[in-house]
T-cell receptor, first 118, second 111 residues
């Protein structure tokens, strides 16, 4: 199946700093990528939808100025957590939808990025 | 998208079939049922999806009731590696492919 990677897999940062997480579709073109957040022992929460070349759309309650999303190409989307605080510590997961073809019905998920803000 | 209800946890003996139920009583005619699973601290993995017919692939079978208000995911011969949280998701096709995850079922496969 299609492969989605995330980098870094783990990051620890100080409060007030910004952290960038990359999401890449390795062997397919992704028209749409999604960002999720997952707190311990909870389900995944959809944060935003990212379409190549256009502004991301955010789910209700998600601060767009805090979670900056850029989808510059059909294989790369980035999530920047600005001025991170301890409450932003979470597991961030991206997914991608394959452009055209039989895989259009599926979302392919990355392995996730564990963010810890001290 | 319609909401789903799943039991929070289930146990299954290794080698036996695991039957995971999902209730989606408000599903509409053009909504699909998807199943994903998440092994601890990893990204979700696609298992199977269907509209109204039963589906089978190399991982599992999906049984959807005739009224489409519920479905069952069947893992025919569960192994310890199948221990995970299983999510049943209902969504419109082409709704930008958005998935809204419910709370899922933690399947514990025991030796």
């Amino acid at each position: 199946g299609a492969v989605v990677s995330q980098h870094p897999s783990r990051v620890i940062c100080k409060s007030g700093t910004s952290v960038k997480i990359e999401c890449r579709s390795l062997d397919f073109q992704a028209t749409t990528m999604f960002w999720y957040r997952q707190f311990p022992k909870q389900s995944l929460m959809l944060m935003a939808t990212s379409n190549e070349g256009s502004k991301a759309t955010y789910e209700q309650g998600v601060e767009k100025d805090k979670f900056l999303i850029n989808h510059a190409s059909l294989t790369l989307s980035t999530l920047t957590v600005t001025s991170a605080h301890p409450e932003d510590s979470s597991f961030y997961i991206c997914s991608a939808t394959q452009f055209g073809g039989a895989g259009y019905n599926e979302q392919f998920f990355g392995p996730g990025t564990r963010l810890t803000v001290l | 998208d319609a909401k789903t209800t799943q039991p929070p946890s289930m146990d299954c003996a290794e080698g036996r079939a695991a039957n995971l139920p999902c209730n989606h009583s408000t599903i509409s005619g053009n909504e699909y049922v998807y199943w994903y699973r998440q092994i601890h601290s990893q990204g979700p993995q696609y298992i199977i999806h269907g509209l109204k017919n039963n589906e089978t692939n190399e991982m599992a079978s999906l049984i959807i009731t005739e009224d489409r208000k519920s479905s069952t995911l069947i893992l025919p011969h569960a192994t310890l590696r199948d221990t995970a949280v299983y999510y049943c998701i209902v969504r419109l096709l082409y709704n930008f492919n958005k998935f809204y995850f419910g709370s899922g079922t933690k399947l514990n496969v025991k030796p």
